[in-house]
């Protein structure tokens, strides 16, 4: 059974600073491709950044240059480190980890405020 787990949402100012972790089990996780994505309210979920299966990342253009995606295979850990909040990057952040559909986490709140 594939388990996937996010953390280190909050709330944090303008300006600020936050890193998130995905840590998944039950899934060969150095193989598989893993991304992060955001929900806003009132909007669809998006690609914020990701490993493709290749290894290489994409990244959201809203984000580039500020968050940076990066993983840890011996502890199937997928991090977002996010630079430079802005107001507009409130959303629930999804990591999804797998080929094909992948398997979702639950989701971590960021709030940035300004």
């Known amino acids: 059974q594939v388990h996937v787990v996010e953390s280190g949402g909050g709330l944090v100012q303008a300006g600020g600073s936050l890193r998130l972790s995905c840590a998944a089990s039950?899934?060969?996780?150095?193989?598989?491709?893993a991304g992060w994505y955001r929900q806003a309210p009132g909007k669809q979920r998006a690609l914020v950044a990701a490993?493709?299966?290749?290894?290489?990342?994409n990244y959201a253009d809203s984000v580039k240059g500020r968050f940076t995606i990066s993983r840890d295979n011996a502890k199937n850990t997928v991090y977002l480190q996010m630079n430079n909040l802005k107001p507009e990057d409130t959303a629930v952040y999804f990591c999804?980890?797998?080929?094909?559909?992948?398997?979702w986490g639950q989701g971590t709140q960021v709030t940035v405020s300004s």
């Open positions: 999804n980890v797998g080929s094909g559909l992948g398997f």
């Open positions: 039950g899934i060969a996780f150095r193989s598989n491709r």
């Open positions: 490993f493709t299966s290749g290894g290489s990342t």
